[in-house]
């Protein structure tokens, strides 16, 4: 509930908060494609590709799990528990990243 | 060699089939006769040549560098395959039909492709698949297989479409999974190795290039349950430009896009559209496919035409 909310902040003001890490998709590659941050923080994904993609817990059990990202879409996601958390685009599955929560 | 002979005797007469190049023949050598032995109606009465004709990767929905038309392109793709159909009644897509999986995008790609007046199997492209798990496309365009995989006959050939683009893994490749596999070997089992088999996929069943997860990761299960079988023709989409690779009895092709051209593997920093194509020359990057398996003869046809050029 919590992510939503945010990502509603976003549509309002797309500036990056302090707490706010952003990662951008470009040319079928996450960008920094490793991150860390602290637990509460919040990752914001841009996809400025011109395909789609997603953002996709590589984990069995998925935490995260975003939309097919168009061109220009977002997707948030706050990160409450410290942990090693690698992603992938679920269309492009050798689109990897990781986000270290410590 | 007597029909009494039974099952080892068939097998050794099977193991003197003649493949020739990408052709669907049925020779048999030392003089053998043939179809009554192999037990097979397909074969004992040949119904003629099979036409039938390949789309792929339309992408509706697609609008960005190099094309920002891409129903229009579909729409000159549909007058090409019908200027050059001959006797084809049937028409096959392999995948990528929408950009973004919306009803909106299917709708205008099947409204186009209808136009064709030809009978038209389909397979999803991971871009088909975006929502509800595939559950719009499947209801509308693979019918017969809620879970977008399904085989027919025609003309004593048997056709399998498979769905390699669901429930893939990080770092991997296309993926057909134990259930499907499952599936498929029931299917093909029974069936004489003489029957000539069709495998339609959107991803590559082989691996053409593995950093861009252009191949399938259990497409060597797959093919196994294929070995046996004296011609089988592999027709993908996906990476939207053409590729040709014979392996024993199995002929593997892959489509042009309807849409826009991807970059051959490794020569571009991603898989992405090819962007710097020169004034007027999209239309000699994109194209349709036609398919004839000729009995007796040495040539099964696989013919790319292009959109101009």
Same mark, same amino acid.
């Given at each position: 509930?919590?992510?939503?909310?945010?990502?509603?902040? +976003?549509?309002? #003001?797309?500036?990056?908060?302090?707490?706010?890490?952003?990662?951008?998709?470009?040319?079928?590659?996450?960008?920094?494609? *490793?991150?860390?941050?602290?637990?509460?923080?919040?990752?914001?994904?841009?996809?400025?590709?011109?395909?789609?993609?997603?953002?996709?817990?590589?984990?069995?059990?998925?935490?995260?799990?975003?939309?097919?990202?168009?061109?220009?879409?977002?997707?948030?996601?706050?990160?409450?528990?410290?942990?090693?958390?690698?992603?992938? #685009?679920?269309?492009?599955?050798?689109?990897?990243?990781?986000?270290?929560?410590? | 060699?007597?029909?009494?002979?039974?099952?080892?005797?068939?097998?050794?007469?099977?193991? #003197?089939?003649?493949?020739?190049?990408?052709?669907?023949?049925?020779?048999?050598?030392?003089?053998?006769?043939?179809?009554?032995?192999?037990?097979?109606?397909?074969?004992?009465?040949?119904?003629?040549? +099979?036409?039938?004709?390949?789309?792929?990767?339309?992408?509706?929905?697609?609008?960005?560098?190099?094309?920002?038309?891409?129903?229009?392109? &579909?729409?000159?793709?549909?007058?090409?395959?019908?200027?050059?159909?001959?006797?084809?009644?049937?028409?096959?897509?392999?995948?990528?039909?929408?950009?973004?999986?919306?009803?909106?995008?299917?709708?205008?790609?099947?409204?186009?492709?209808?136009?064709?007046?030809?009978?038209?199997?389909?397979?999803?492209?991971?871009?088909?698949?975006?929502?509800?798990?595939?559950?719009?496309?499947?209801?509308?365009?693979?019918?017969?297989?809620?879970?977008?995989?399904?085989?027919?006959?025609?003309?004593?050939?048997?056709?399998?479409?498979?769905?390699?683009?669901?429930? &893939?893994?990080?770092?991997?490749?296309?993926?057909?999974?134990?259930? *499907?596999?499952?599936?498929?070997?029931?299917?093909?089992?029974?069936?004489?190795?003489?029957?000539?088999?069709?495998?339609?996929?959107?991803?590559? +069943?082989?691996?053409?290039?593995?950093?861009?997860?252009?191949?399938?990761?259990?497409?060597?299960?797959? +093919?196994?349950?294929?070995?046996?079988?004296?011609?089988?023709?592999? &027709?993908?989409?996906?990476?939207? *430009?053409?590729?040709?690779?014979?392996?024993?009895?199995?002929?593997?092709?892959?489509?042009?896009?309807?849409?826009?051209?991807?970059?051959?593997?490794?020569?571009?920093?991603?898989?992405?559209?090819?962007?710097?194509?020169?004034?007027?020359?999209?239309?000699?990057?994109?194209?349709?496919?036609?398919?004839?398996?000729?009995?007796?003869?040495?040539?099964?046809?696989?013919?790319?035409?292009?959109?101009?050029?």
């Amino acid at each position: 509930m919590k992510s939503m909310i945010l990502l509603g902040l +976003l549509l309002v #003001c797309p500036s990056a908060r302090a707490d706010e890490m952003i990662v951008h998709i470009d040319n079928f590659t996450f960008t920094p494609a *490793q991150i860390e941050v602290h637990p509460g923080a919040t990752v914001r994904w841009d996809n400025r590709d011109d395909i789609p993609h997603t953002v996709t817990d590589a984990a069995a059990e998925k935490s995260f799990h975003s939309a097919a990202l168009d061109t220009g879409d977002s997707f948030a996601f706050t990160f409450t528990a410290p942990g090693i958390y690698r992603y992938f #685009c679920a269309l492009h599955p050798h689109m990897q990243g990781t986000v270290i929560v410590k | 060699m007597a029909q009494s002979d039974g099952v080892d005797a068939r097998r050794g007469f099977l193991k #003197c089939m003649v493949w020739a190049g990408t052709g669907v023949v049925w020779t048999m050598s030392g003089g053998v006769p043939t179809s009554r032995l192999i037990g097979s109606a397909q074969a004992a009465e040949p119904s003629g040549d +099979l036409t039938f004709m390949q789309i792929s990767d339309s992408h509706i929905g697609f609008s960005a560098v190099p094309n920002t038309d891409v129903a229009g392109t &579909l729409g000159e793709a549909i007058a090409k395959v019908k200027s050059l159909r001959g006797t084809a009644a049937m028409l096959i897509h392999t995948g990528d039909v929408s950009q973004l999986s919306k009803p909106a995008q299917f709708d205008t790609a099947e409204g186009i492709i209808q136009g064709a007046g030809m009978e038209t199997h389909y397979v999803p492209g991971e871009h088909d698949v975006l929502d509800e798990d595939g559950k719009g496309f499947f209801a509308r365009f693979t019918k017969g297989g809620p879970q977008g995989y399904y085989s027919f006959d025609q003309q004593g050939v048997h056709f399998i479409g498979l769905n390699n683009v669901q429930n &893939l893994k990080a770092g991997g490749l296309g993926n057909l999974g134990a259930e *499907q596999l499952a599936w498929l070997e029931k299917d093909l089992a029974g069936r004489p190795a003489s029957q000539p088999i069709v495998v339609f996929a959107h991803i590559p +069943l082989w691996t053409v290039y593995q950093e861009w997860g252009w191949g399938t990761a259990d497409g060597e299960q797959a +093919l196994s349950y294929l070995k046996r079988f004296g011609s089988v023709t592999v &027709l993908n989409g996906h990476i939207h *430009q053409i590729m040709q690779k014979v392996e024993g009895s199995v002929a593997f092709h892959t489509a042009l896009s309807t849409a826009f051209p991807q970059p051959a593997p490794g020569s571009a920093a991603s898989p992405g559209p090819v962007k710097d194509v020169p004034a007027g020359r999209l239309h000699a990057l994109l194209g349709v496919t036609k398919v004839t398996e000729t009995r007796g003869s040495a040539a099964l046809a696989i013919t790319d035409t292009r959109l101009e050029g």
